[in-house]
């Protein structure tokens, strides 16, 4: 039995219209999507060419020449697809659409006739496919191409790609699986996974999900793949070239079976997108053990290894989990990447419990900790997005070193531009989903739906000035269903009114419960003030004890050295309640900045590192807060802090 | 002219009597110096194997074999020698004399006709003498060997291996220098500089002075040494062996002249040996520039780089320097050699100019930073010394994996238990400097001396309890000169009597000068109050913020959950006038711990990571802080802090 409580609308029934998320989808479709195509087509001076479309036309035989960039360069060009097949699904795009179809057939062209599709091995390596699953990502660029090959469909009705995928997967479902001659094998990064659980639903084929079973259930049993593998190469490492003795089989989460795991561990975008996959598989086989396995997981990530902007992966060694409560601010690493799969991994979660504790940590994400991966021009990134940054230490510091103080332009390895575009794009089929009686409103975003409740197709409408502004209007649609509007867990209080009279409606897993026989016409009104917030760490996360965070709504903040100078450690703060919100559009239409009282330590007239305590003095100054996902928007980027002394 | 204005009285003519120290002492004689013996001569089951005299056997033709161990093997030799000789110079003892004559008898059979004598060389790469300065420590060793033989010879008035050395500094004397056909080199890692002109004022040979000159002016000059050395080499690397093109000139403190250098950078150890052999060249060439420059690096080190231990060295990528007021205290190398190197810094500053400034660093070094490298036990040893230290993390987080939570037992690279050993064997030549009429008290150390103040022999003496007792008493000789008390910077207030009247001496550069015809029977009695102090750090110093460290007279304190529980961060404290001095020997006779009120935030009762901080809540507790230098030496070793929350 199935363990899906309630089915998303498709992005092509939500159409965005958010003061806050429609430009982001601008700034998607302006500068991401037509950068990325130059960028695959090696079209942009001064960057390394990313050779990813010349690899297709080399191994489609239109092309001579050698294979570039890295052994995962496919995946540029699939994830450029994917954005743009969910721009599509809402902004019909001709001329954009034409580009899209030309690349669908040069890869068509590529693909082998046994169904194989890969360039780095078809170019470099033919005599070599599949025997090195644990590092080579095969089976990682074919989910992101099936993924792509899926939203293009659903986008366009067009199936040629998915097609192509088909017989790809088919070829690796010929090539792994438990039969003898098999290989007993599983990606080394997960991704095929849950681009398997989405192939199934776009075609009702059984096979594929059941190839999914095959590599989560046989991901960290006994013996090892990847150890029998690296035996079977003959003890080659592919990074680095030299002998490998074994594998670090924590890293991508293959040390034990996956319903044996309790805590997130290894490189946080696999261990994300692993997570994702196996959700998807547990609602969709209805294997309780699986999903209570990845609610573990999730406890264990949100609960002692999430950063309050949602970031995870706190060590730049192995980018990856460290452990329990481990949160430095300044040494994270905090890709991008693997904030987006937590944003997946939500949307899984929430899928199988319409719980408002998955739909608060996406919202978490969505505001803070992905989207700082950008800057507000489109063409600047963050791999890693610290919660502290000292200019000076990120580059004189072996400690910080991984830490940028300026996002840089597009680079050879752009896993986070694109992941952040296909996000972007398809932001609208996060924001509603249905049960049989009821439509659920996870995310506050302007917009208009059309949701399948039950049978009856209700049409649903939101506006509002979100994040900014915690009061948003819906526009219930005729109908009998239960409107189910998340009341977030930031929000101390909350009123609702139904046509200009208050009500109130009874919470169910944290959402408010409104049922009724909708009538057009109807409006309902959610009320969420948004005072500006202290929050303060649990007492174990050792890094943030005697600090808080300032937080308006889902919206976290941050002081920045253009505002408030260097030394921001220096400063403290007292009460929530002196801070007032004052718009200020300077750097994003409608940003509310947050400003207040702080003291800050008097600069000692002594040259002394060291003095005693008892002649501390503090001046009284003001303190203005930005929203931590618009910092290194201006040219002072000396500091940035999100948690202040208190 | 000389800079020398005082002179530190030789270690021969301070007996050491001191609660503290000779403990120290006895632990050198009865644990390092029998361990170190035994582990040189690969007498330790369980411990890799060091080859060191079985490396100078094989070289004298006594052994056949491979060389052993590393390339600066021979310096394990070199800093045993050292210690016993210190040992030997107050505490005779025929049966370690003959162990020590007899290394030094297989030490002259190694040495070649013409003077080379480097195991490593010799055994391994005869046909590479001299080619490799930057990374072989040829002239590494050659230094730590010199220095053995002053000690030595100094301790013993034999001079063999004086001459030995003597030999071997007159081959490189002839290899390296600024004639043509000579190496315009200095080495990679500095030590010779400062032997050099230990082995010229043992010799009163102007050429030793002249070497360690061209050495010390030469480095950092254009065209770069290391550079050109490795280009004759063919750009082959040591370390790694793979292809090296270029030198990281800043590691080692040659990427410009020492002159023109104003911030420590790179590699701590040999930052400090650098130093230290400059101080000295300076103090006797009179090169005033030189010696201001040294006052800018140590004026450097000691307000922006040093934390309040007197560790330096705060990152672990190339056990070095990073920059002013980056401090972390968690992530923080703080080599135990490296502290040690200060020490020996310190003392050449102190002896040009007498100031209370040096001699202060020279006490946090001391009583904290150095010792702290090593279990009172005597058996184990920590080569990297935190600030802040989270067992689960330095397991599991790799920003702190270099760190460990228990002293592990000597191994291979012994470098700190040695350098521990010869540190705490001379440190009586350290307590007391004469100039024509001064005769000054550096440290506190209970002892009995003889100094020669201006031709006159003065006999002086002194008794306490210190670091615990502030209290100290004097007996000077009878004579007519100035008796200089160092005030330490940390005392608020001091008192002195004269045979039990109060007198008021003036200060000058932090002494207490008290100036008299002195005759035997004399007491003088010297006061430091000792209260329990909360030390801030300057706002610049980021990592400690809203933060005080605990000292009482020159002892660093520190908190560990042996004592407090758990997660130290989540206490606070709030005045230092809550806490008291409580005698408790149990770890080491006559320790001070101190007891006293802070504040426990309560731990939650959700599972959340993050909540509105209007409702924090903190409980009063008693917290127990002992002297940082003992931290670990109890089983509970979970955490330890020294910065506490204010």
Redesign the interface.
Known sequence: MRLVTNEFAPLKQVSVKDGFWSRYQEIAREKIIPFQWRAINDDVPGIEPSHAIRNFRIAAGLEEGDFGGLVFQDSDVAKWLEAVAYRLSTHPDPELEKTADGVIDLIAQAQEEDGYLDTFFQIAEPDRKFTNLNECHELYCAGHMTEAAVAYYEATGKDKLLNVMRRCVDLIDRTIGPEEGKLHGYPGHPELELALCRLYRATGEERYLKLCAYMINERGTEPFFFEEELKKRGYTAFWGGGRQEHVDKEYNQAHKPLKKQTEAIGHSVRAGYLYTGAADLAAETGDGELARAMETLW?NV???Q?Y?TGAVG?????EAF??DY?L?ND?VYGETCAAISMVFFASRMLRMDSDRKYADVMERLLYNGTISGMALDGQHFFYTNPLAM?E??TK????T?HIRSKRPGWFGCACCPPNLARMITSLGGYVYSSSDDTAYVHLYVGSDAELDVGGQTVKLSQTGNYPWDGRISFKPGAGKYRLALRIPGWA?TFSVTVNGAKVSPGLEKGYAVLDGVWEDGDEVILDLPMPV???????????D??R??IMRGPVVYCLESADNGE?L??L?VVC?DGFRAEEDGTLFPGMVKLVGPALR????NT????????C?ELEECEITAIPYAFWDNREDTREMIVWI??
């Open positions: 406890n949100v609960n002692r999430m309050i706190s060590q730049v060694h192995g460290s452990f481990h430095p040494t000292w000076e230490a004189r510091a072996g400690v070193r101390r917030e202290f929050v303060e760490a649990n007492p174990l996360l050792r890094a004890n005697g808080v965070a030394d450690d220096a403290q929530a330590r008097k600069p000692w040259d002394a590192l060291y003095r005693r305590a008892d501390a002394r208190k």
